[in-house]
C-alpha cells in the first residue's frame, strides 16, 4: 500500500508539471480512483511543499503572473492585435435598449470605440477612459460613477463608487480582468478593484470576460470570483483549442473574436 501511495503521488507530481494543474474529479475518474483518494494526496503532497490545494485540485507553487499587472500605458502594447477584435465581438453582443456596464482597461476603451453609432443603450462604467470615448456617441446614455481615482486602472473605487453601483441593474458586465485561470478563477492586482468588481457582476444579469490572450492561464494576488460566475469569455480566435478546453469543460460560453 506504501508503494501504491508513493506511485501515485509521483502520477500526480508528473501530471502538475506537464499540465500546470490538477483537476481531481477528472483525473480521479481517468485513473479509476476515488475524488477521496486524490484529494488526500494532494493534501499530503501540499504538506510537503510540493504543491499548492486550491478548491477541486491542485496548483504549482508558483503561478505564471500576469503581463496585464503593469501600468495602463504599457498595458496599450499588449495583443494590440487581438483587443479589437474582441471589442468588436463584445460589441455584438448588446442589443438595443440595453444597460450595460463596461469597465474599465485597454480592451474596454476598444470595446467603447467599437459601438455603433446606430446603437442605442445605456453604459455605465466608472472609467472617466470610456465615458470620454462615448462622449460623442448620438445615441448612447452614459452614466459615469465617481469616486477616488484608481490610476492603474483608471476607474473610480471607493464607498460613493460601491453605493452608486448597489443601485443600478445591468444587463451585460463586461468586465476586464488581469488574470484567468480555470482553478484560481478570474483575478486582479489590487484588493479593492477586486472587490469593486465583484460589486458590478452581482448587480448584472450576465458578466462577460474580455480576455486577452496573455491573461489566460495565469494568476493575480486577488480573486474576484471563481469561473462558475461568469456567463461567457471573449477571446481572439487565434488561442489554441487546448487552451480553453478547461473552461469550455466548465460550462462557460467561449466566444472567439475573428
Known sequence: MHMLTRQRKEL??????????????????????????IRRDLRELAAEGLLQRVHGGALPLELPASPAMANFAQRQQL??????????????????GQVVFIDGGTTAVQLARALPPTLRCTVVTHSPSIAVELAEHP?????????????????????????????????????????????????TGDYEEAGIKRAIA??????????????????????????????AIVVNAGVPASLLAPYRALGIEVALAP
Open 79 to 96: 495583443s494590440s492585435d487581438a483587443k479589437p477584435a474582441i471589442a468588436r465581438a463584445a460589441a455584438a453582443m448588446i442589443a438595443p
Open 139 to 187: 445615441l448612447i446614455e452614459v452614466i459615469l460613477i465617481g469616486g477616488r481615482l484608481f490610476k492603474h486602472s483608471i476607474v473610480a473605487m471607493g464607498p460613493s463608487a460601491l453605493e452608486a453601483i448597489a443601485q443600478i441593474r445591468t444587463d451585460i458586465f463586461f468586465m476586464g480582468v488581469c488574470s484567468l485561470h480555470p482553478l484560481q478563477g478570474i483575478s
Open 12 to 37: 500526480l507530481i508528473a501530471r502538475l508539471k506537464r499540465d500546470g494543474q490538477i483537476v481531481a474529479k477528472s483525473l480521479s475518474e481517468e485513473l479509476g480512483l476515488s475524488e477521496d483518494t
Open 202 to 231: 452581482a448587480a448584472s444579469t450576465k458578466t462577460v470576460v474580455l480576455a486577452s490572450p496573455e491573461k489566460l492561464d495565469t494568476a493575480s494576488p486577488f480573486q474576484i470570483a471563481p469561473l462558475e460566475r461568469i456567463g
